[in-house]
């Protein structure tokens, strides 16, 4: 089962900041959160990762709460290119990648 | 690099009829893996391999086999094709399955319908 729960879908203006939240109230201390977009019906693609401290990339930035049961993945500026379902995944080293439902943003213009 | 490439993109098959899913990756990447996805739904796992000689079962594995000769390959076949695998077959690898820092790259998936 998947380890975390996110709102089934988000809308966001083009051009705004788009901040995908994601519930993991049982995140245990030696595991990852993840974060895979899927764009229509393309394979799956990797964003970004966290332990404890926040993250930031090319992509996206990961804002994890200090009692890390809570997570946020933000886009600074959403693009139409944007749109798509957003996994949250949570991961400890040697396990399996377990995909949930995913948040589906659509970025309008 | 080719990345992760995955044949064919469409097939049918009639029930009960047997076929092979193709995955090659050329990153020399340790850990592949195989995903369903129906429908409005998020991925579920099939098998999954940590190296050349190692698979295991993901969430779903019924009606499905695997094998891992080479690092490169790996091979997904239905025995008896059943209407309930209508989906769409993502392959992905990643460098190691024990990192934390495990991207894995997909394939563009194979669609199949089965009648």
């Known amino acids: 089962d998947a380890k975390t729960t996110q709102p089934t879908s988000m809308d966001c203006a083009e051009g705004r900041a788009a901040n995908l939240p994601c519930n993991h109230s049982?995140?245990?201390?030696?595991?990852?959160v993840y974060w895979y977009r899927q764009i229509h019906s393309q394979g799956p693609q990797y964003i970004i990762h966290?332990?404890?401290n926040n993250e930031t990339n090319e992509m996206a930035s990961l804002i994890i709460t200090e009692d890390r049961k809570s997570s946020t993945l933000i886009l600074p500026h959403a693009t139409l290119r944007d749109t798509a379902v957003y996994y949250c995944i949570v991961r400890g080293m040697g396990d399996k990648l377990i995909f949930g439902t995913g948040t589906r943003l659509q970025v309008f213009p | 690099n080719a990345g992760v490439t995955q044949t064919p993109k469409f097939q049918v098959l009639k029930t009960g009829q047997s076929m092979t899913l193709q995955c090659a990756q050329d990153m020399n990447h340790e850990y592949m893996s195989w995903y369903r996805q129906d429908p409005g739904m998020g991925l579920r796992l099939i098998h999954y391999?940590?190296?050349?000689?190692?698979?295991d079962q993901g969430e779903v594995p019924n009606g499905y086999n695997v094998s891992r000769s080479t690092t490169e390959d790996f091979p997904l076949r239905l025995l008896s094709a059943a209407p309930s695998q209508t989906s769409v077959y993502f392959c992905?690898?990643?460098?190691?399955?024990?990192?934390?820092?495990?991207?894995?790259?997909f394939g563009p998936g194979t669609r199949l319908t089965v009648l």
């Open positions: 992905a690898s990643s460098y190691s399955f024990l990192s934390s820092y495990n991207e894995q790259f």
């Open positions: 966290g332990l404890k």
């Open positions: 391999s940590v190296g050349a000689g190692i698979t």
């Open positions: 049982t995140i245990s201390g030696n595991e990852y």
